[in-house]
């Protein structure tokens, strides 16, 4: 369930990640497509208003303000500024600045006095048109028209100044942009709305193409699980000639090849699983007989001829070892065909580890640790192999005294086998567990089958509990059992008994 869930949670974060993409592009394209849009239309509209306007105030100076006499009384500036201001298109406001004969003392004609007065124009402004120019073969002219977009009462307005050349008033103008501001402001809302549609449109657009392109992802994601989880025959519907389909192709090819080498190799496996218990099975009858004159051959060893009594010892001890072997052969087939099963019982763990130890005759040798009356359900027969598989190994490789402890955490059985001699290397450890494994190589034949404690881990897994290995700080060797106290029976009856010890 968690796994579907992080799965899921992967597939819509690509989901976002695809429309968050596609709505910035389109974001990005519309917010400068407007920009560019709105920057070329303020332009054009403040231009043309601007330039009617001073067009228009240019005409008005050569036509009415240079007809007035060349020290004009206040009276006749007023006349003119109020002339000019209702003849302007579009309108505007008009102030005229002239000197009068009268101790060269400046008269002033308004058109609107209380809306434009000499304070409102800037004073940068009024030093540009006062300035005089010098005369080239560039600039025939002294005096220039000027003019500056100002802000004024929270409102923006046009203003702009020339004067008469040749003697005469200094002219300024005043005109309102606030018109074009909400025209402007018109057209940014329009535009803002153009980008919220694009910005909605790139994500529905993008919400398709992710549907389009991530439901055979997650087909594919589907497909790759079930085939993980061992469903070998699953295979992708093929439709179209994109990547996609090349891709779902391809997982078909992959899928039918690892189906093919998965069931030549399961096939090989059985029957070498198969041999193995077949063999081992053969083995049986002559192995009977053979241990049968064995034990007769040890019995009348001391009667034999001492130069063949060594080589009676060498059969009677190999037999043994082979038959040992059989059974723990027939014991790993039963592991590997599934088959080995749990017979269950209540158990006082104390009780059990002794009757191990007593039946091997391990009593001096073995330090037990246990509290009795520490009840267990699990099999004995399986739980006397692993003991004797751990406790033997220890006192064959480690030496006496071997010291067994038993506790419990929580639910769990925890039983320790520790001897007191050189340790594992760090090499081996990885590898103890393994079938056949011996450490050394030049050691390929020895007491053991190299199966004991293989069949120990496979007894304690089928119980669901583990075994680890590990070297003690205070030297020799620890193997740790864990079992649960209860163990989960597979079945109520074992087909057949076997031996790993």
Partial sequence: MRRKFLHGLRWTSLRLRLVVVFALVALTAAVSAS????????????????????????????????????????????????????SGNPHYSVLLVGESGDGGEE???????????????PKSLQDAVNKKQKVTPGNPYTYHLFWQRITLRKQPYLVSGTKIIGGGPTGYMLTSLDKERQDLNSLA??????????????????????????????????????LGEGKLDTR??????????????????????????????????EASRRFVADMSHELRTPLTAITAVSEVLEEEADSLDPMIAP??????????????????????????AGTAR?????????DQITACIDARAWLDAVDLDAERGIMVRLDPRRLDVILANLIGNALKHGGSPV??????????????????????????????????YKASASRPRSEGSGLGLSIAMENAHIHGGTITAANSPEGGAVFVLRLPRDSDPAVDEEDEEGSGA
């Fill in 35 to 86: 920009g560019i849009a709105y920057w070329l239309n303020r332009e054009a509209v403040l231009t043309r208003t601007q330039d009617s306007a001073l067009n228009d105030f240019r005409q008005e100076m050569q036509n009415r303000a240079a007809s007035l006499p060349l020290d004009p009384t206040a009276s006749q500036l007023q006349t003119a500024a109020v002339q000019m201001s209702s």
């Fill in 107 to 121: 008269a002033f004609g308004y058109s609107n006095p209380a809306g434009f007065t000499l304070n409102d124009v």
């Fill in 189 to 226: 809302w329009s535009l803002a709305i153009a980008t919220a549609l694009a910005l909605i449109g790139s994500a529905l657009l993008a919400q398709a193409a992710a549907t389009t392109v991530l439901k055979p992802v997650q087909r594919l994601g589907d497909a790759a699980r079930r």
């Fill in 236 to 269: 992708l519907r093929v439709s179209g000639t994109d990547e996609l389909a090349d891709l779902s192709r391809t997982f078909n090819k992959t899928a039918a090849a690892l189906e093919k080498k998965v069931d030549d190799m399961s096939a090989r496996e």
């Fill in 311 to 336: 080589a009676v010892q060498l059969v009677v001890s190999e037999t043994r070892r082979l038959n040992t072997l059989v059974e723990n052969l027939m014991e790993v087939t039963r592991f590997d």
């Fill in 342 to 350: 749990l017979v269950l019982d209540d158990v006082d763990i104390a």
């Fill in 403 to 436: 010291r067994v402890s038993v506790g419990l955490e929580g639910e769990e059985l925890v039983i320790a086998v520790q001897d007191h001699g050189p340790g594992i290397p760090e090499e081996v450890l990885p590898h103890v567990f393994d079938r056949f």
